[in-house]
């Protein structure tokens, strides 16, 4: 069959997990990757856009990444699939959803962590920090961010996922003499993708079933 033939050679190209999983921190997907995006369904995602920022020119350059829509339009896998891209190019690749950095934050800032980890995330080639603007910021997490962006600005790369549209986000930071400064680090050197359409888990949910699919329905 030509979808199987398709599938064997998608795996074909892929790497073996060990020469990529090594420079990835805990990716939320861990077997996303580039070879495997669907461009079929209408998310305005575009192909050549897509690839051409999957050869990492972004990363060597230390850019940032923007990955907006609503929720189940896949922003997190496709941060996923171009973490283990970032990492297949051998850029040491950390992931953390947002309410997890702020946790971990709180936390170092108590036990006496707190400069080891801001240089750990200073340090690592590729940040990729998911669901960005969930929830409105504290005045110390607005500074934490800010410092975060600061040790980065210029010198790594972030990949940011969210729902909010970044012409949200200064309202989102709140603090507007912070939220400049955040954000003058993020939007001015970042490479954009808008996800578009409806929710990709209920396409899934809601496919019709195949006919052996009703056939095993009728006899249950």
Not at 24 to 45: K, P, Y
Not at 47 to 58: E, F, K, P, S, V
Not at 158 to 170: D, E, F, G, K
């Amino acid at each position: 069959m030509v979808i199987d033939a398709r599938s064997r050679s998608r795996h074909a190209r892929r790497p073996a997990p060990d020469q990529s999983a090594g420079r990835s921190q805990a990716l939320r997907f861990v077997d996303a990757c580039i070879e495997d995006v669907d461009f079929a369904s209408r998310r305005g995602l575009d192909r050549r856009n897509t690839l051409q920022l999957a050869q990492g020119a972004w990363l060597k350059a230390h850019e940032n990444f923007i990955i907006t829509g609503l929720t189940g339009t896949g922003k997190t896998w496709l941060a996923c699939a171009f973490g283990r891209q970032a990492a297949r190019l051998d850029h040491s690749v950390l992931y953390l959803r947002m309410p997890r950095l702020f946790e971990d934050l709180a936390m170092a800032r108590l036990d006496g962590r707190f400069p080891r980890l801001i240089d750990k995330l200073a340090r690592v080639q590729l940040l990729i920090l998911d669901d960005w603007g969930t929830h409105t910021l504290n005045d110390q997490q607005r500074l934490d961010l800010l410092e975060i962006f600061e040790e980065r600005y210029r010198r790594k790369s972030t990949l940011i996922t969210a729902q909010l549209p970044v012409a949200q986000w200064h309202d989102m930071i709140g603090e507007p003499t912070i939220a400049d400064a955040i954000l003058d680090r993020i939007i001015h050197n970042s490479h954009r993708i808008a996800l578009e359409g409806d929710s990709m888990r209920r396409k899934k949910a809601a496919r019709p079933l195949t006919d052996v699919e009703n056939s095993e329905t009728n006899t249950n």
